[in-house]
């Protein structure tokens, strides 16, 4: 079990990574990135080895990933979507689009929308929990007077 998690974290350090030199992201933040998207998987697998429904478990590693990728924004003086959508990505639910293109082409048409109800739920809170960490600096921030 502990090598499956090992090798999973592996995985998606490396994919991070990968996506991040596509995304023509500087040396310099490569490596943070490939931490970040690998913090994200890891509040995921431990999130489903507790037994938690995969939209929860991808809501959780979706508000590490975003609150991580603020904080690193604002101490390397680089624009947020540099760690964000980088770290993101493991979390991404592609196996949730596949199946759900075979599902319809092989005329499994339940399956197609079961498949795609998750995706849709999954993508629906990596979105929600990217939201709500950009908002709450705005909702704390203390009001100024006139």
Avoid at 35 to 57: F, K, Q, R, T
Avoid at 77 to 97: D, E, H, M, R
């Amino acid at each position: 079990m502990i090598n499956h998690f090992i090798l999973s974290l592996i995985s998606a350090f490396i994919s991070t990574i990968g996506f991040s030199i596509v995304f023509h992201i500087q040396k310099k933040h490569l490596l943070i990135c490939g931490i970040v998207g690998a913090a994200g998987w890891a509040v995921y697998l431990i999130g489903e080895e507790v037994h938690l429904s995969p939209v929860i478990s991808t809501f959780l590693a979706s508000l590490l990933v975003t609150q991580i990728s603020y904080f690193l924004a604002r101490t390397r003086k680089t624009p947020v979507t540099v760690f964000l959508i980088a770290g993101i990505i493991p979390l991404v639910p592609g196996l949730g689009l596949y199946r759900t293109m075979y599902s319809l082409l092989t005329s499994d048409y339940s399956k197609a929308i079961e498949y795609a109800i998750l995706t849709f739920e999954l993508a629906g809170v990596i979105a929600g929990a990217i939201v709500i960490i950009s908002l709450l600096p705005l909702i704390w921030r203390p009001k100024k007077s006139r």
